[in-house]
C-alpha cells in the first residue's frame, strides 16, 4: 500500500505535530479559533475559494517565481552550484505575501471587518496591509519600536498601504513583543477581526494554515528545478524565524531524499541574548500559545534574543520544524550576523539581486555547504528582497570592494 504524504499525516486534529504545536490558549480565544479551523477545513476543499487564491496568485502575485541558477556565485564559491526560489520577485518583495492573500480571503469568507497582526521586519505587516487593501479590510500592525527604526520603509509602506502600526514598547521592543501586543489588541474584539500571525507559530490552526498556504512555494519549486536540472536538488536550506518561508519550501520535497536546512541565526554569540538559534540551543516550553522548542532565561521566561535579521529574531521556532527536528528528518543549519552581511554583498555584487537580511543567512550557509560539497545542488529559498534593509546596511557596514 502506498505510503500517504507527509502534508496529509501532520498535524493531527488537534494541532499537534508529534507533542509539539496544539492550542494553549485563553477560554475566550477557543470559539474564535475553533471558528477559524472549522472556516478553514472546509475552504480548504472548496472549489471557489481554491480557484480565487489561485487566480490571486497568478494575476496579483505573479506566481509563480523563478527558480535561478547562480552561476556566477557558484563559481566564486568554487564548489557546489547553487539556485534560488526568487520570493523576492513574489509581489511586495517576500514569501509573506503568500499566506497573508489566502488569510484575507478567508477573513473576508468569515465576514471579518480587520486583519490583525505582528511584525517583525515588516514584511508580513507590508504584505497584510497589502491583502487588507485588496479585500477591502482595515488593518493593524503591531511592531517592535525597536524595529519600527530599524526597518523604516516597510512602516512607510504600511502606512501608504492604509494600515495602522501599533509600536510594542515593553520589553526589548522587538517581534516577541509585537506579538504579545497584537495578540492583547485581538482579545478586545475577536468578532470583527481577524488574527492573521505571520508564520508558523501561534495556537493551531495557525501552524497548519500558514504552512499549507506556503506550501506552493516548495511545490512549485520542485517542478521548475527538475524541468531546469532533470533532478531533485541534493539540499533545500532557508532562513528560519517562525519558520514560514522554510515550511513552505520543504513541503515540497519533505517525500524526497532531499536534505533539509533551516538556518538559525547565531547573532553575535552563543550566550543568552546574542543569538536567537531556538532549536540549537532551547527547550520544549510553551509560548503565544504553542508547544515547541523556546531559548529562556534562568527563570523559565523567554530569553532576550538577537539577529541582525529582524524579522528571525524570534525565542522559539513554529512546533512542525521542532517535530521533523526530533525526527531527524531536518538538519541546522547556522549563521551569524557577519556571515549574513557578507552574503548580503556577495550576492548582490555577484548576481545583482540584493537579498533581505533574513535571506542572506540561509544564502551565507549555501555559501560554506557548496565549498565543502562541491559535488552537491543546493536550492535556498530566498525568502525575500533587500530594500528595506539598505539604510541600516550601509550605514552600520561600509560597502565592501567587490573581490573576484
Ligand atoms: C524576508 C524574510 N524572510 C524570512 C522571515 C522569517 O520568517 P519565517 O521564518 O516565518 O519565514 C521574515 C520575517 O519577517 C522575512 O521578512
Keep these: 500500500m502506498n505510503k500517504k504524504p507527509y502534508l496529509e499525516t501532520m498535524p493531527d486534529q488537534n494541532g499537534y505535530f508529534g507533542r509539539f504545536g496544539g492550542a494553549y490558549i485563553p477560554p475566550q480565544l477557543e470559539k474564535p479559533f475553533a471558528e477559524i479551523t472549522k472556516a478553514y477545513n472546509k475552504l480548504s476543499k472548496s472549489h471557489n475559494y481554491i480557484s480565487e487564491l489561485r487566480s490571486i496568485r497568478k494575476h496579483y502575485q505573479g506566481r509563480p517565481t523563478p527558480v535561478y541558477y547562480c552561476k556566477n556565485l557558484s563559481e566564486f564559491v568554487g564548489g557546489g552550484q547553487i539556485y534560488l526560489k526568487r520570493e523576492d520577485l513574489n509581489h511586495t518583495g517576500a514569501h509573506k505575501l503568500n499566506h497573508c492573500m489566502a488569510e484575507g480571503l478567508l477573513a473576508k469568507y468569515l ?3 480587520k486583519l490583525i497582526a505582528e511584525t517583525g521586519a515588516g514584511q508580513h505587516g507590508v504584505a497584510l496591509a497589502t491583502a487588507a487593501a485588496y479585500f477591502g479590510l482595515e488593518c493593524e500592525i503591531h511592531m517592535g519600536e525597536v524595529d519600527i527604526k530599524k526597518e523604516y520603509p516597510n512602516v512607510v509602506r504600511m502606512q501608504i498601504l ?14 516577541k513583543e509585537a506579538v504579545d501586543s497584537a495578540f492583547e489588541a485581538y482579545l478586545k474584539d475577536t468578532d470583527t477581526q481577524m488574527f492573521a500571525i505571520g508564520s508558523v507559530v501561534g495556537p493551531h490552526p495557525f501552524p497548519k494554515m ?10 512549485e519549486a520542485k517542478e521548475q528545478f527538475k524541468e531546469m536540472t532533470g533532478n531533485l536538488p541534493d539540499v533545500v536550506a532557508a532562513c528560519v524565524g517562525g519558520g514560514s518561508n522554510a515550511m513552505g519550501i520543504f513541503s515540497g520535497f519533505i ?34 500559545g504553542f508547544n515547541s522548542i523556546m531559548l529562556t532565561d534562568e527563570n523559565g521566561e523567554p530569553a532576550p534574543v538577537h539577529s541582525i535579521g529582524s524579522g528571525i529574531d524570534y525565542p522559539s521556532i513554529g512546533p512542525e520544524h521542532a ?5 531527524g528528518r531536518t538538519n541546522i543549519g547556522l549563521c551569524n550576523d557577519d556571515e549574513a552581511v557578507d552574503a548580503f554583498y556577495k550576492l548582490s555584487q555577484h ?23 562541491p559535488n552537491e545542488s543546493i536550492l535556498v529559498n530566498l525568502s525575500g528582497r533587500g530594500d528595506k534593509d539598505i539604510d541600516f546596511i550601509v ?10
Excluded: C, W
Excluded at 517535530?323 to 525526527?327: C, D, G, H
Design 162 to 175: 492604509g494600515a495602522k502600526v501599533v509600536p510594542a514598547t515593553h520589553g526589548l521592543k522587538t517581534l
Design 351 to 373: 548576481e545583482g539581486i540584493i537579498p533581505a537580511l533574513e535571506s542572506a543567512h540561509a544564502v551565507a550557509f549555501a555559501m560554506k555547504y557548496a565549498q565543502e560539497h
Design 395 to 404: 550605514e552600520n557596514y561600509p560597502i565592501p570592494k567587490k573581490s573576484n
Design 111 to 113: 465576514g471579518k471587518k
Design 323 to 327: 517535530y521533523l527536528s526530533s525526527i
Design 255 to 288: 517525500d524526497d531524499e532531499v536534505k533539509l536546512y533551516g538556518v538559525e541565526p547565531m547573532g553575535k554569540g552563543d550566550k543568552i541574548g546574542e543569538h536567537s538559534a531556538s532549536l540549537t540551543y532551547g527547550k520544549e516550553g510553551v509560548m503565544h
Design 210 to 219: 500558514v504552512r499549507d498556504f506556503q506550501s506552493i512555494v516548495g511545490f
